[in-house]
């Protein structure tokens, strides 16, 4: 009796007794086949040779499964009816050259009915019949093994499939550890596209030839598609699996394909799978280790050179949420596998289309019920409105309707499954009676779960069934997520919108009314305390030097206030003649005086229910001092010539350049009044003190002039810009206007150089020319940052020398020095995060503040900052940059590409100290510090350091940070809550 053989390598069938004979290799075939047949059947289609006189080898024609309707045939059956003949022509094939062997070992000598042909005993020719038979049922056997194992094969290599793949695991895993190389050869697709796709499959061809030599007998080899290639074996340790894997790859790219034309580089993925006698099913243990394979891959495919990337627990946990679940969908089943592609597809079209998240919850739970028989299905959530949200119950017709009483019998159940699936972060599945219950995670991010109830006869939960499930539940969580913060963006939209119109209203009112404009941060204070001095009815004492605007400021607090609808009086105390102070400002009766020929109601009276300003008090006569005092603290007066006390309702700003205390110790203003005019004391700071504004102011100024004189507007040229920030501006922003003005009418060009400005005073030349003499620093010179040789993905990158003169005032040399500040290993993050806050706020208040650069998007800069250094420090590798900054490799590679341009290009421009500041970032590039979701936070830091730097819009804020309006209110809600 003999047993067909298979060998899964070679892809050879062979027969042999029950303890098989060594298998025939070609060079024997072609050795035996030179030797004369000893016996030849009657049409020469079977022939016997002697090897010995115990062995014989036959050699059977292929065609010969044909005829096997007229072996055996007994004339004896001729009165049986025969068969009609066809009539039509047999068919001769073209090739009788295709033959199979068999080789077969008899206990003794050869029988003599075989060896002797001419011996015509009845016995003897029916034991040869019989014999003859059985040889050609024994090819059909055979053939038939062949063909099913060719169907099972690649067609291009002969390599079994993946489906033969995981059965021949399967069936290993029950008493060894198996390993799993994976082999993908490198930019296979540019070799379809310079050679073509014959060219191609030579070279696939030879890659499995190569593997074939490289590997062991026992080993099983696949092909899996395309260049992507398999080597399973068993195992006793995990080093077996990576000392194989270096071995195919340095095997395979040593060789040389297509006759010496190219060399080829090849990633690899290896894995392991255990014995463990307690799993579940075989076919649990091929997924398993498919799938850990498939993830190595993966890793290694996104490393810039050719990899070898071994699976192991630990590290692979760090990588998991990057990791496509497509491989685990695949089983031995094609059908299986059609079904579950074709459901993926269906659902994924269901959340791409619809945005409406009850209907999306519907239409996929019913779309499942087309798939899998279950009896409800849905979402369990802590934040869920009422107990029947985004829950449904299956109809008899697979349509999914509202959950029905029945059903919620489940839900108190589910929920106490619901904690187990989130603190696991794994499917729970449990049984209820005869119902199978299984619950999965949506996504990380959220405590909402999907369940799926069903009857445990009927509903089936295999290893792909739940890896296809917890992959569509993470997009529908995506889904959920999506559609709540929706809902949530516009409650706050229409919230903020109010507040906005709100904000708006006041600021077109009051401040654009005013014309105030700054970016300062003792502007940005004043502002702040003049918006609560205009909500109060409490008497305001504005100080401050000539030219620095203070009536805008007394413009913006009438606009401000709750008297924004009345009257704003203004009356100048040192342009009122002494003896007409008292009747300008309280009246007069007729006949009061000589000239008073008619009544008149004073400035006062004029005010009623609004606003009195007294400009200059520090004009007023002695004896005028002491009646306006009771005026101010009564609210009431008496005209000149009357004797009728009346009541008024106003809100006294007193207005002043001089320094009343000063004045009241010099006998010049009476201290009472001080006392009670000095209620509340805005002081308006001269222009030096705000030398941040002169830029701004520079251009509002240079705007209104173009417009005015219809000319082309006219810019600063980097040195007049400057000068003019060191200039002390004596006459403050009157004088800036003048000058500006006196420059755009003189200039001929659109160039505002220094000298016309006209400006001569040799002290401040000549503190300058010192400067300059003593720090040869320069502005506007960008930061030519470089990187070069970089043109191909897997060349290396080798940072310029950097080199930038520096603008920065001398408080940028404070900046600590962070090479001897982070030099230690394993810092404190919240210390560290505490310190990077101080140098945030110390580079926006120097180089933020300088005119060049205070709109420029310094998050991003950070940001990009960030990536570059830890894809240094991580000597280019895109996979330990990605997670030490956790983000996806995606994002990381994409960043670190535009980067890499930018620097290319020159595009880079950046300030004087940045090369310093960048230090600060170093102990998260190397690694010393550790920051979960490290670019989020460092992003929320340096929005922290802009809201404390002064800004005169939120728009300029977003603008630095780098981000939209709508995205900088968010972070900055984020930041509210994290405080």
């Known amino acids: 009796m003999f047993h067909p053989q298979f060998n899964w390598k070679s892809d050879r069938v062979s027969a042999s007794s029950v303890d098989p004979i060594p298998q025939l290799s070609n060079t024997e075939i072609s050795l035996y086949n030179a030797k004369q047949p000893i016996r030849v059947s009657t049409e020469k289609e079977i022939e016997f040779k002697q090897l010995d006189e115990k062995t014989i080898l036959i050699q059977a024609s292929d065609l010969v499964s044909t005829n096997i309707a007229g072996l055996g045939y007994n004339d004896t059956d001729a009165n049986l009816s025969k068969p009609t003949p066809s009539r039509r022509t047999p068919i001769k094939p073209f090739n009788r050259d295709q ?17 002797q042909p001419d011996n015509n005993l009845d016995e003897s020719s029916s034991t040869y019949a019989a014999f003859e038979q059985l040889i050609v049922s024994a090819g059909m056997q055979s053939k038939l093994i062949s063909d099913y194992v060719f169907l099972l094969s690649d067609p291009l290599t002969n390599l079994c499939s993946r489906s033969v793949l995981q059965s021949k695991i399967a069936q290993l895993s029950q008493s060894y550890s198996i390993g799993l190389v994976m082999v993908h050869c490198i930019d296979f697709h540019q070799i379809n596209k310079k050679f073509g796709h014959q060219f191609g499959d030579n070279v696939i061809q030879e890659i499995a030839s190569n593997l074939n030599d490289i590997t062991r007998d026992g080993d099983i080899l696949c092909r899996f598609g395309g260049a992507l290639f398999g080597v399973a074996f068993p195992v006793n340790e995990q080093t077996d699996v990576a000392s194989l894997a270096k071995k195919l ?4 790219q040593q060789k040389q394909y297509l006759d010496g034309a190219i060399n080829l580089l090849f990633d690899l993925g290896a894995a392991i799978v255990e014995h463990n006698p307690q799993v579940g099913s075989e076919s649990e243990s091929a997924n398993t280790l498919i799938n850990r394979a498939d993830q190595a891959l993966k890793v290694a495919q996104q490393e810039n050179q050719p990899s070898i990337i071994t699976w192991h627990k630990d590290d692979f946990n760090l990588y998991q949420q990057q990791f496509n679940y497509l491989g685990g969908i695949f089983t031995a089943d094609t059908v299986t596998d059609y079904r579950n592609m074709l459901l993926l597809w269906d659902i994924s079209s269901l959340i791409a289309d619809k945005f409406n998240f009850s209907q999306l919850s519907q239409s996929v739970v019913q779309r499942l019920a087309q798939t899998f028989d279950f009896m409800c299905a849905g979402i369990v959530s802590n934040e869920e409105k009422n107990q029947s949200e985004f829950k449904y119950s299956i109809d008899s017709d697979d349509n999914a309707i509202s959950l029905t009483n029945k059903d919620r019998a489940f839900l108190a159940e589910i929920k106490q499954m619901q904690k187990v699936a989130i603190e696991s ?56 997520r999506r559609s709540r913060l929706e809902e949530e963006l516009n409650r706050k939209l229409e919230s903020q919108n109010e507040q906005l119109q709100i904000e708006l209203a006041q600021l077109k009112e009051g401040l654009q009314v005013s014309s105030i404009i700054y970016r300062s941060q003792a502007m940005e204070n004043l502002m702040r305390h003049a918006k609560r001095a205009a909500l109060t009815d409490t008497t305001v004492l504005v100080t401050g030097e000539s030219g620095t605007g203070k009536e805008r400021l007394i413009n913006a607090l009438h606009q401000m206030g709750n008297r ?35 009544t008149t109601s004073g400035k006062v009276l004029d005010a009623n229910g609004g606003v009195l300003v007294l400009d200059e008090i520090g004009e007023l006569p002695l004896n005028m001092q002491t009646k306006l005092l009771r005026f101010v603290q009564e609210k009431h007066f008496t005209p000149v010539g009357g004797n009728k006390v009346i009541n008024v309702d106003v809100k006294i700003i007193a207005v002043t350049n001089r320094d009343l205390a000063q004045e009241v110790d010099l006998g010049h203003f009476r201290k009472d009044l001080y006392y009670r005019l000095n209620v509340l004391t805005l002081h308006n700071p001269p222009l030096r003190e705000r030398v941040e504004d002169i830029a701004l102011l520079a251009t509002h100024f240079l705007k209104k002039f173009a417009e005015q004189f ?66 040869p620093e320069k502005i506007d010179q ?75 998007p310094f998050g991003i800069w950070i940001e990009d900052e960030l990536i570059l250094k830890t894809y240094l420090a991580t000597d280019r590798k895109m996979r330990l940059t990605a997670a030490r900054l956790s983000i996806s490799q995606s994002t990381a590679r994409r960043k670190v590409d535009k980067i890499l341009k930018d620097i290319d290009d020159g595009s880079l421009e950046r300030p004087a100290d940045w090369s310093q500041f960048s230090e600060v970032l170093m102990p998260i590039a190397t690694g010393d510090v550790h920051i979960a979701n490290c670019v989020a936070k460092i992003k ?40």
């Open 564 to 598: 924004k609808d009345k009257a704003l009086v203004i009356v100048d105390c040192g342009s009122i003649p002494e003896t007409l102070i008292e009747s300008e400002l309280f009246g007069h009766v007729k006949g009061a005086f000589t000239g008073a020929q008619n």
């Open 782 to 856: 960008p930061q030519n940052t470089s990187l070069t040789s970089h043109h191909q993905s897997k060349t290396s990158i080798k940072p310029a020398a950097l080199e930038q003169p520096s603008f920065t005032p001398a408080q940028s040399s404070e900046i600590a020095q962070p090479n001897e500040q982070y030099s230690a290993k394993t810092l404190n993050p919240e210390l560290y995060f505490s310190e990077l806050l101080d140098v945030f706020k110390q580079m926006l208040a120097t180089s933020g503040q300088h005119p060049k650069f205070f709109n420029a």
């Open 710 to 775: 219809k000319v082309e507007k006219r810019t600063l040229a980097p040195a007049t810009l400057e000068k003019m920030m060191h200039y002390p501006w004596p006459g403050n922003i009157r004088e800036l206007e003048n000058r500006l003005m006196q420059a755009t009418l003189l200039s001929e060009s659109n160039t505002i150089d220094w000298e016309l400005l006209n400006i001569h005073d040799n002290g401040f030349e000549n503190s300058t020319t010192h400067n300059v003499t003593s720090q």
């Open 425 to 480: 972060r794994k499917p729970s599945e449990r049984y209820m009676g005869n119902a199978l219950l299984l619950v999965l995670p949506l996504e990380i991010e959220t405590q909402d779960c999907f369940f799926i109830c069903g009857n445990a006869e009927r509903f089936e939960v295999k290893h792909d069934t739940k890896v296809l499930l917890s992959g569509l539940t993470r997009q529908l969580g995506k889904a959920l």
């Open 99 to 115: 033959f199979y062997f068999i080789k077969i070992e008899f206990s003794h000598t050869l029988p003599s009915w075989l060896v």
């Open 940 to 979: 929320l830091l340096v929005l922290e350091a802009i809201l404390h730097t002064p800004v005169y819009s939120m728009a300029q804020a977003a603008e630095m940070l780098g981000v939209s309006e709508p995205t900088f209110y968010k972070l900055k809600r984020e930041l509210d809550n994290a405080d």
């Open 249 to 252: 790859q340095r095997s395979l």
